[in-house]
């Protein structure tokens, strides 16, 4: 039996859970052909990878990106891909591109997901082709994929398209019954055409770009319970999922959006929410989201957390940070952001000042950020005095400035050169590992793709096997190595209803092989890469080579040892998969 590729001598998960053994896996056809304990034939196989004292597993599934910009100019997804991610998913919280013009795109990418606007409408304008999601579908697979891609349809992507994006995101304003209809064709569409379900966002931080709506909230946070029902009602139907970002200052968004995962008199509904973390500003929510998930699925439902499995690491330039949007006073600064004469004049403003004091000052409430800039160290400034040191610290030096002022004074003189940084979540291992085995909560939510200058998450699963295999050397196993990888691969396919994220005789050679050795804390080091395609911008990543020594997807070989195999982004190895 001739194949196409060998990857021999390394202990082998399936992705399943199940115990893991040295075996020696065949490719051919871009599919596993053999799975044997016995050395197979290397007769004319043109790749034979020995990974002895290496594993070998299915490729990892990021659940949560924003590629959908990206993935048309840059379609290998690299930065992914060097990671072991062989699936990504696009159409997250509320966005897409299948239906909304470019300029329409770029205000809601823009500012939400810290993609810059120009780079987001000159992408789209330059490579879009279609009009409805079966023809999205087809423009996909027309570009040289790297990874697998799956996709939700966007909720504020139809509602602007639809509606238009003024009345959109217009509180008073509701769809007609014609463009209700409208939309729920094309949601039905979009499934026909095999996407894994819709996003819809609830967050009221989420502020559109552009000159239009400007600081107006996403589309779908104007939608009525009434027409997020009858969207519900057809992913009930077709047992499709929805993906949902509750906002966190009206916890009754969440509870309710939990809640209609329920089947009662009816199909109950896959539902994915945004997020379970463990938040620094309230450290006791985190014992609320297992006992939620608990309960909901106890009573009937399919309900699911999300959850970043790493500490949640941010960097900010100045004042350029989306958490700022949570208060008036931040908000006020980032809708400044494309007029920066005016912004330095209201940083400097006494009673701008005044009321950023007072938002910092409240302590309660819900919240993503923990408003502590005692927490946060300046890592460049052009003033090298207080590089290394925290803002709070800075006041402190100065007179005892308020940490507000010390904070507003360096930006006001500096600007983005600027760079400073904290973590705002997950800060405990302890807390982590609670929500790493607990079965109502999804490994995911990098953002991958979007947040280019503030956060890098492209590497998590390396770091969550790390922790694994660290707690297990160290005699605490928290879970097993092959229980963590199920839950990066197989588990997450399997609730989408993909084929991806199995690594058994018959199964898509989509496939990662992993040296333990080298899952050390290099995996955290800051690096930055430019974009070539977005004029050279450096996205903020975190890199290991030698921590992933082989790559392949759909049974070719794409990328190892830091380096991209000449196919990667030149012929198409990824495809669109369909959920089943």
Request: hydrophobic residues 40%; charged residues 25%.
């Amino acid at each position: 039996m001739n194949y196409d590729a060998i990857v021999k001598n390394g202990r082998w998960f399936d992705g399943t859970g199940a115990g893991s053994a040295t075996r020696n896996l065949g490719i051919r056809n871009g599919r596993v052909a053999s799975v044997s304990r016995e050395p197979l034939d290397e007769s004319g196989c043109p790749r034979v990878i020995d990974a002895a004292g290496k594993w070998v597993m299915p490729g990892m599934l990021d659940i949560h990106t924003h590629y959908d910009v990206e993935i048309l100019v840059r379609p290998a997804l690299d930065e992914s891909v060097r990671h072991g991610i062989t699936t990504v998913f696009i159409g997250s919280c509320s966005l897409s591109t299948v239906h909304v013009t470019p300029s329409d795109a770029g205000d809601l990418f823009g500012r939400v997901e810290a993609i810059p606007r120009r780079h987001v409408v000159e992408g789209l304008a330059a490579h879009k082709t279609w009009g409805s999601a079966r023809e999205y579908v087809g423009a996909l697979e027309s570009l040289p994929l790297g990874p697998n891609v799956a996709a939700f349809v966007g909720h504020s992507d139809m509602r602007a398209a639809l509606m238009g994006l003024d009345r959109a995101t217009r509180k008073k304003v509701r769809p007609t019954t014609a463009e209700l209809a409208v939309m729920e064709a094309q949601l039905t569409e979009a499934l026909d055409a095999g996407f894994v379900g819709m996003s819809s966002q609830q967050l009221m931080f989420d502020k559109l770009d552009g000159e239009v709506c400007r600081s107006r909230t996403l589309p779908s946070t104007y939608a009525t319970t009434r027409e997020r029902r009858r969207l519900n009602a057809i992913l009930r139907r077709r047992g499709r999922a929805l993906q949902g970002g509750p906002d966190v200052a009206r916890p009754q968004s969440l509870v309710t959006m939990a809640l209609s995962s329920l089947g009662i008199d009816r199909e109950r509904l896959k539902v994915s929410l945004l997020s379970a973390a463990d938040v620094k500003a309230i450290p006791a929510v985190a014992h609320i989201f297992p006992v939620m998930a608990r309960v909901i699925n106890r009573l009937g439902g399919d309900f699911r957390w999300q959850h970043l499995p790493v500490p949640f690491e941010v960097y900010s330039d100045g004042i350029d940070l989306p958490v700022f949007e949570e208060f008036g006073s931040g908000a006020a600064a980032l809708h400044l952001s494309n007029q920066l004469d005016e912004r330095r004049a209201l940083l400097a403003d006494t009673d701008y000042r005044r009321r950023f004091r007072k938002d910092y000052d409240k302590k309660y409430g819900p919240r993503v950020w923990h408003r502590d800039f005692f927490d946060a160290e300046i890592v460049e400034c052009p003033d090298e005095s207080v590089v290394g040191k925290t803002f709070g610290q800075v006041g402190v030096d100065r007179g005892g400035l308020h940490p507000v002022d010390a904070f507003l004074d360096l930006v006001v003189e500096h600007g983005t050169k600027v760079r400073w940084r904290t973590t705002i979540s997950n800060h405990r291992p302890e807390v982590l590992n609670v929500f790493a085995t607990d079965p109502g909560v999804q490994l995911g939510f990098s953002d991958a793709g979007a947040h280019l200058r503030n956060m890098a998450f492209y590497n998590f699963g390396l770091r969550f096997l790390r922790r694994v295999r660290d707690a297990e050397r160290d005699g605490r196993p928290f879970t097993t190595v092959e229980h963590a990888v199920h839950r990066l691969t197989g588990e997450l396919a399997d609730w989408y209803g993909l084929d991806a994220g199995h690594l058994r005789e018959g199964d898509r050679a989509d496939l990662v092989v992993v040296d333990p050795e080298h899952l050390d804390d290099s995996l955290d080091a800051y690096a930055e890469a430019p974009i070539a395609e977005f004029d050279n911008l450096s996205r903020m990543v975190n890199r290991n080579d030698d921590a992933v020594t082989a790559v392949f997807v759909g049974g070719e070989y794409v990328f190892g040892n830091g380096r991209p195999a000449e196919s990667l982004g030149t012929r198409r190895t990824g495809q669109f998969l369909r959920a089943r």
